[in-house]
């Protein structure tokens, strides 16, 4: 047809668009020629054949000529097209941008719109990518694994870090890791004339720095020979400490410091990238290992390997399998066949990233998914505002294609307008989400790992720009498929544009976006209504303690003053006494009712796991239950005010080793079952040692968290019975002093005052109120909570906004209708309802499909979630309720307008 | 062809052309008809030099191109004169005359020996 039509009518200006239609142009133009040349013969005598030949020959070898021109005008041809390109841009998009100013309105609203969603999904996009997607920042990042041994025998959950004989076989037996390095999160006191600091150290084995792929920035890194014990003492400093406690001056590389009242030669400075994951690393000190210490089974450090070049995690697991199957031929004194059995002692290889970011790559995920649909729904109301005003334009664009405007052009035309807006949302976008992440940072969300990395990066941007230049040619295209999919433009201009009704496709075109929309809105609103409600329940869990008014801080006394290498209790005796006056004279600060320590604070450090013996049972077969086991001083109790049935050992208890302990009700439950447990007896691990007796059970006392099961704990004192060898001196507490004040940490100076005046040597670490111990421990779900909050709260705004928009319109469209049915008669509340009713006819449709939705997509909150199911119904139902009243809300005003329409001006009208 | 004939050949085409389009609007086979009526048949252009020149002037802009019918009413490529192609034709005709005096110059010049 179009060919046809190009036949009959030449036109100005056409453009040949390919190379077909260059190459016919080219044939037309000489066959044109030749006709015209052979009729010029003929006409003086020849005949035709005659004329031919000779007109043929005349011209040479036609072929040549025509590949000729061929090439010449697909020059001119490119040059044209670049030239009309150009002008077609700057002409598209200076309308484009005279005909927004003119509308700043709309302009501002589609802007906001779709900069607030895209801007939302670039600022998670950003943190999904700095947390999960990016390597780790270690050279030899990809290498890198984390070996841990799972032992569910012991706790179902429970993985252990390695041993030293096992990293020393591993190192050496290993056939896929090239190579393995130990580190250990640790603290030291870093003595001056003036202070003593607390400082963050890592212990790493000798070859760390290699096998993570860093080179030290300054001097050296550590061999293995610094590992050894006895070696000469060394330190590197973390890049950042450097800095900021040494003024960045590289002369201090072979001073000395005085580290733990030991005198410590400085041998390096760390590079600025390298640290422990999440960790500032402040002081570099060296592991201390033994090659020939004989084999113990105690797992206390954190492993990482180097795969060798082209070995996948699963060899390496297999490879690590196998080596751990032979542990108790290699060390049968430490691993025996039934502790193996008993424990079901295996390995984990895993990939190092996953074990740095853990749980939270999932919830990111599911943020990203929920700031995705506050796009799509930000996207529809956009795309409704585009379908109105494409509605508006209609008459304009039917004479503009009437006239022969190219539909190319048109669509340019669009486009131009589109993508400019839409660039300018995805601007906002940036900066959006750049606000949103500096916020993060500010808030510094402790469940989030990584979280120093975390930037916009270009990938965000990335991110900002497509989203915007796709909704932007989508919104653009919009009008045009609605026009190919539309009616004949002819009768449009027949009628003339007197009643401007919306065909009913387009109506329903919009009413299906809003239905989409609250689709989504309910989908969304059901996982923040989920995360509320889990937060809900886990805030009302009582810990089994008063987490209110407490202030907590660590005390760290100097192994070589306060650790004597004495054999019995007395190598307690000094821990045992600086704790005593300490606590004496914390409690004579005014407003403090009672002060204690311990080595374990519930919700922050973990109970560790140990052995325990209960008198009369036998344990000839089969091990031993492994329980929590925490060191307590006497005021501890009643200052987190855990409630005690029984007795509280007191320090005179302590001072005389008289064996009293206190058990958490869930151990002497599962100890004990259906007797009392005070007055049994038990003891722990050891050459027979002494029995201790149970004095005091304690509530319930949930020490892992509040969506964990409650704790298993034997409380010991502080001084272990002659002969039980348990603990070294316990010279890490942490002290917790109950206060009246409203504000815990106003006591905080004072009791640091106290700390430094017994002893000048002893630092104050990590001072905090029990109350925010308790809040990180539920860092995630808090997380989490509020961020699908927000993306609820915009989801319903956003989608507010569209079921309004769509209604008024409807209503200002059927103005003629509602007049014709008022005049003959229907009351204003009859119509009134008829707006409601669709209103709440879309709102419903939306409503049932998107409850079908949160039903198959809610389950991905399960881990998030607290005794609540992924399908509440209380939570779906108040979804549904809330939707429904937006419904007809949102029908409010517009059905007052409705009522408001005048028939008879309405029918003059017309 | 040597290459010099044939760059002597052509600029001077293209100079034939530009005036030959001066005169009004035509399509290719009326340049040629004109340019061997006037120079009575002196001149003898060929299509395959003439389409390509007239196509590469076209490209570089002296002439412009629209489709139009012919006087017995077939379609045709109506080639015409463009702002630049008759400041293209000023600059020819100058370098023409230059060129021919020169020469003349230098036939009419005696022996210096």
């Not at chain 1, 733990?260 to 600025?272: C, E």
């Not at chain 1, 796009?375 to 956009?382: P, R, S």
């Not at chain 1, 014709?820 to 009713?837: E, H």
């Not at chain 1, 429904?884 to 809300?889: N, W």
Request: with cysteine; net charge positive.
């Amino acid at each position: 047809m179009s060919n046809g039509r190009d036949e009959k009518r030449p036109r100005l200006f056409r453009l040949p668009t390919s190379r077909r239609r260059l190459r016919r142009d080219i044939d037309r133009e000489l066959h044109f020629h030749i006709e015209g040349r052979i009729e010029e013969l003929v006409a003086s005598g020849l005949t035709r054949e005659q004329a031919e030949r000779e007109v043929t020959q005349r011209f040479g070898d036609m072929a040549v000529v025509r590949d000729q021109l061929e090439e010449i005008d697909t020059r001119t041809h490119r040059r044209h097209e670049f030239g009309e390109w150009r002008s077609a841009l700057t002409r598209d998009f200076g309308q484009a941008f005279r005909g927004l100013v003119l509308r700043p309105a709309f302009a501002a609203v589609v802007v906001l719109t779709l900069g607030l969603g895209i801007g939302a999904t670039t600022a998670i996009y950003a943190l999904l990518d700095a947390v999960v997607l990016r390597p780790l920042p270690y050279p030899n990042a990809s290498r890198l694994v984390y070996i841990e041994h799972p032992v569910p025998g012991v706790e179902t959950n429970a993985k252990w870090r390695m041993s030293q004989a096992g990293y020393f076989f591993f190192r050496k037996n290993s056939k896929a890791l090239e190579d393995i390095a130990l580190f250990n999160k640790t603290e030291a006191s870093l003595v001056t004339p003036d202070e003593a600091e607390r400082v963050r150290a890592a212990a790493v084995s000798g070859n760390f720095f290699e096998v993570v792929g860093a080179r030290p920035l300054l001097g050296r890194t550590f061999t293995d020979a610094d590992n050894r014990p006895n070696a000469t003492p060394v330190a590197m400093l973390g890049y950042a400490f450097w800095r900021q406690r040494f003024n960045g001056d590289p002369r201090v590389v072979g001073t000395s410091v005085s580290l733990g009242s030991v005198p410590v030669t400085i041998v390096g400075v760390a590079p600025a990238t390298l640290d422990l994951p999440d960790y500032q690393t402040q002081v570099w000190i060296p592991l201390e290992l033994d090659p020939n210490a004989p084999a113990v089974n105690s797992h206390y450090l954190d492993a990482i390997g180097r795969l060798r070049p082209g070995v996948t995690v699963a060899a390496a697991q297999a490879d690590a399998a196998r080596l751990t199957s032979h542990l108790p031929e290699e060390f049968p004194g430490a691993y025996t066949a039934g502790f193996m059995r008993e424990s079901r002692f295996g390995v984990l290889v895993s990939p190092l990233r996953d074990v740095v970011i853990g749980t939270m790559s999932h919830t990111l995920w599911i943020l990203l998914g929920a700031v995705a649909i506050v796009m799509l729904i930000a996207f529809a109301n956009v795309a409704n505002l585009f379908l109105v005003r494409a509605e508006a334009r209609r008459r304009e664009t039917d004479i503009r294609l009437a006239l022969g405007a190219d539909r190319l052009h048109l669509a340019g035309h669009y486009i131009a307008e589109s993508l400019l807006l839409s660039l300018i949302g995805g601007m906002l976008a940036v900066g959006l989400a750049y606000g949103a992440i500096q916020c993060l940072l500010v808030l510094n969300p402790s469940s989030v790992p990584r979280l120093a990395e975390v930037s916009l990066g270009w990938q965000a941007g990335v991110v900002a720009l497509v989203l915007s230049l796709g909704a932007g040619t989508v919104l653009g295209l919009l009008p045009l498929t609605r026009r190919a999919l539309g009616r004949d433009r002819v009768s449009t201009l027949r009628e003339g544009g007197r009643t401007q009704t919306a065909s009913r496709g387009q109506l329903s075109a919009r009413s299906a976006l809003v239905v989409a929309q609250m689709a989504l809105a309910v989908v969304l609103l059901a996982a923040a209504g989920l995360m509320v409600r889990s937060f809900q329940r886990i805030r009302t869990v009582q810990p089994g303690f008063d987490a209110s008014g407490v202030l907590t801080f660590e005390v760290s006394l100097p192994y070589s003053r306060y650790a004597p290498y004495v054999r019995g209790p007395a190598a307690y005796l000094p821990v045992f006494r600086y704790h005593r006056d300490l606590a004496q004279q914390l409690a004579a600060l005014p407003g403090v009712t009672s002060v204690g320590m311990t080595q374990a604070l519930a919700m922050k450090d973990g109970d560790g796991c140990a052995s325990v013996f209960i008198k009369g049972k036998d344990y000839s077969r089969g091990n031993p239950p492994c329980v929590g086991t925490v060191v307590a001083g006497p005021g501890y109790f009643a200052t987190l005010g855990i409630p005690v049935r029984g007795r509280v050992p007191t320090w005179a208890d302590v001072d005389d080793q008289s064996g009293a302990v206190v058990v958490s009700k869930a151990l002497a439950e599962r100890m004990w079952p259906g007797d009392d447990a005070i007055g049994k007896e038990l003891r722990p691990n050891g050459n027979n040692p002494p029995w201790y007796h149970v004095v005091g059970v304690t509530g319930d006392v949930l020490t892992h968290g509040l969506d964990q099961p409650p704790s298993e704990i034997v409380y010991y004192p502080m001084v272990p019975m002659e002969g039980a060898p348990l603990w070294s001196p316990p010279t890490h507490m942490t002290v917790a002093i109950r206060t009246r004040a409203t504000d815990p940490l106003s006591l905080a100076p004072a009791a640091r005052r106290i700390v430094t005046a017994l002893d000048r040597e002893v630092p104050v670490a990590n001072v905090q109120t029990m109350q925010t111990i308790v809040e990180q421990s539920t860092a995630r779900t808090t997380f989490a909570m509020l961020l699908l909050a927000v993306a609820g709260g915009m989801a319903l705004v956003l989608s507010a906004v569209g079921i309004y928009g769509v209604i008024s319109y409807t209503v200002a469209q059927r103005r003629p209708e509602i007049g014709v049915r008022m005049a003959l008669g229907a009351q204003a509340a009859q119509v009134g309802r008829m707006v409601v009713a669709q209103s709440l006819r879309v709102a419903a449709a939306g409503i049932a499909i998107g409850l079908l939705g949160a039903f198959a997509t809610t389950r991905v909150l399960q881990s998030l979630l607290f005794g609540v199911s992924p399908t509440d119904p209380v939570t779906l139902g108040g979804v549904t309720i809330v939707l429904v009243m937006l419904g007809a809300l949102a029908a409010y005003a517009p059905a007052r307008r409705a009522t408001k329409v005048d028939p008879v001006e309405v029918l003059r009208r017309e | 062809m040597p290459d010099t004939e044939l760059d002597l050949l052509r600029g001077t085409l293209d100079l034939l052309i530009l005036k030959t389009l001066s005169w009004g609007p035509m399509h290719g086979l009326a340049v040629l008809r004109w340019i061997e009526q006037v120079t009575e048949q002196r001149l003898q252009i060929t299509e395959g030099a003439l389409y390509p020149a007239l196509h590469r002037m076209e490209q570089k802009g002296w002439l412009g191109a629209d489709w139009g019918y012919s006087d017995r009413n077939r379609e045709a490529k109506f080639y015409k004169l463009t702002a630049a192609g008759r400041r293209q034709l000023t600059a020819e005709l100058s370098k023409w005359s230059r060129y021919t005096e020169a020469v003349n110059l230098l036939i009419a010049a005696q022996g210096a020996r």
